[in-house]
Nanobody
Framework: QVQLVESGGGLVQAGGSLRLSCAAS????????MGWYRQAPGKQRELVAG???????NYQESVKGRFTISRDNARNTVYLQMNSLKPEDTAVYYC?????????????WGKGTLVTVSS
C-alpha cells in the first residue's frame, strides 16, 4: 500500500531553519509529482511547494526565496528545506503524492509533521 512518512518537524525560533523529509513507498516515485502542503489552526490546507517528476518546482508566494523543495528519486524521498522561518509558518506540514491513472487524478497524503516557529 502507499505510505508517505514525514519527518523533521519541531520547534524552532524565528529566523531558524528546518528540513522536512517525506519517504514514499508503494508508488512509482520517479513518475509522481510531489508536494508539501500546510494547515495552520483554523485555516484551510494550502500548497507550500511542489515538484514535478521532471523536477520543475513551484512555490507559494510567501515562501519564495526561503523554502526549497527537492527530490531524491534513488531514495524515494522529497525534502523541504525551510530557512528564515517566521511565526506565520507555524502549521502541520503534509506530504502529497499526485499522479494521473487512466485520466483520473490520484492523491495520497502523509499524516503530517508539526512545525512550530516561536517569535
Amino acid at each position: 500500500q502507499v505510505q508517505l512518512v514525514e519527518s523533521g518537524g519541531g520547534l524552532v525560533q524565528a529566523g531558524g531553519s528546518l528540513r522536512l523529509s517525506c519517504a514514499a513507498s508503494g508508488i512509482v516515485f520517479v513518475s509522481t509529482s510531489m508536494g508539501w502542503y500546510r494547515q495552520a489552526p483554523g485555516k484551510q490546507r494550502e500548497l507550500v511547494a511542489g515538484i514535478t517528476s521532471s523536477g520543475v518546482t513551484n512555490y507559494q508566494e510567501s515562501v519564495k526565496g526561503r523554502f526549497t523543495i527537492s527530490r531524491d528519486n534513488a531514495r524515494n524521498t522529497v525534502y523541504l528545506q525551510m530557512n528564515s522561518l517566521k511565526p506565520e509558518d507555524t502549521a502541520v506540514y503534509y506530504c502529497n503524492a499526485h499522479f494521473t491513472w487512466l485520466t483520473k487524478p490520484i492523491d495520497y497524503w502523509g499524516k503530517g509533521t508539526l512545525v512550530t516557529v516561536s517569535s
